[in-house]
Structure formats: C-alpha cells, structure tokens
C-alpha cells in the first residue's frame, strides 16, 4: 500500500514556542490530505482537510489561526502548532487520499507524531 | 454523517476468528463502509472496505448485510499482533472519516 511519513515522529517544546510537523506521502500523489489529534485513550478527531494549492477547511472548533496548514505540493502538508500550551500535547496523525476508482478511495495514515509541551 | 456503533472491547482466542460487529443503522446508499485498525502509539491501518457485497483481502473478510445497516469485520485466525483498536467508519459522498469510539481487540494466547 501507499506510505505517508511524518516527520518529526516525536517533539518536546517549551509554552509559548510553534512547531511545525510534516507528512508527506512517499509513492503518490496526494490532493487531499487530513489531519488528526488523539488524545490519550480517545478515538481520533478530525481537525482539518488539506487540499493542496487551496486553504485548509477546518472542522468546528477548531482554531484555523492556531493551527497553521499549509499542503503546497502534491507530497506535502504541514501543520504548524503556533504559541503551544500544554493543553496542545497530543498525538498529531496526518492522512493522505489515493484514488482508487471514482466514488471509492483509501486514506493512508501517518505513524504519527507525539508533541508534547512544557 | 452515518454514525457507527461497536462495542468498546472484545477478547479472542489465538488462532481463532475474531467477529468485529459494526451498527450503521442510518447508513445512505451511496455510503462506503471502511475499517481501520490502530495498535497503540502508532498510525491507523486500513484493513477493508466495502459498499453492498462482501469483501474479502489477504488480512479480512467483510460481511455486510443484506440492508447494509450493519457489518462484520472477520479475522480469520488471530495472531497476538492483531491486538489493536479497530474502527468501523462510514464514508459519506465527501472525503472526511469521522472516527467512532472503536473496539479493542484483545487476542489472548
């Protein structure tokens, strides 16, 4: 199957600093990419679709102005977690859309990547 | 979106199948039901999908029911590394999965 790689796959920051976290799909060409949070011992929940060469759509409740993405090329999405708190530690999981016919796709998940803020 | 309801654990035997029951009572047409696994700390796996008919690949068979207002993932002899939370989503006509609680799959030795 297809693989998406997240980088980093684990980030220690400071209160008040942003990270930025990659995903890239490796053997195709995404136009469509998602990003997702877990927190410990919850379902994973959609935080945004990622069209690439057009603006994010985020879900309700989610703040647009927080978390920054950008998905500039067809292999390429970012998230950028602006002015973390601790609140914002987490486990950020991006995915990728691969058609496979005109009304079925699979999504490709991400490892993943641990944030954690102090 | 259809929602999906599962159990939140089950056990299973090593070597034995493990039966997944999904609800998607309020299920449309048009609506793809896909299943995903996760084993801790790490990303979702897809494992199936399927619309009206059964489905069946290397890791699953996917049984769905005549009305489609539920399914069955099948593993057909649980090894300990299919320990994992596994989630039953349905797709609507867009591109987002709405993840539901999941079940947690315990296969015990």
Redesign the interface.
């Known amino acids: 199957?297809a693989v998406?790689s997240?980088h980093p796959s684990w980030v220690i920051c400071k209160s008040g600093t942003s990270v930025k976290i990659e995903c890239r799909s490796l053997d195709f060409q995404a136009t469509?990419m998602?990003w997702?949070r877990q927190f410990p011992k919850q379902?994973?929940?959609?935080m945004a679709?990622s069209n690439e060469g057009s603006k994010a759509t985020y879900e309700q409740g989610v703040e647009k102005d927080k978390f920054l993405i950008n998905h500039a090329s067809l292999t390429l999405s970012t998230l950028t977690v602006t002015s973390a708190h601790p609140e914002d530690s987490s486990?950020y999981?991006c995915?990728a859309?691969e058609w496979s016919g005109l009304?079925?796709y699979?999504?490709?998940?991400?490892?993943?990547t641990?944030l954690t803020v102090t | 979106d259809a929602k999906t309801t599962q159990p939140p654990s089950m056990d299973c035997a090593e070597g034995r199948a493990a039966n997944l029951p999904c609800n998607h009572s309020t299920i449309s047409g048009n609506e793809y039901v896909y299943w995903y696994r996760q084993i801790h700390s790490q990303g979702p796996q897809y494992i199936i999908h399927g619309l009206k008919n059964n489905e069946t690949n290397e890791m699953a068979s996917l049984i769905i029911t005549e009305d489609r207002k539920s399914s069955t993932l099948i593993l057909p002899h649980a090894t300990l590394r299919d320990t994992a939370v596994y989630y039953c989503i349905v797709r609507v006509g867009g591109n987002q999965f709405y993840f539901g609680t999941g079940t947690s799959l315990t296969v015990i030795p």
Do not use: A, D
């Open positions: 199957g998406v997240q469509t998602f997702y379902s994973l929940m959609l679709t486990f999981i995915s859309r009304l079925t699979e999504q490709y998940f991400g490892p993943g641990r």
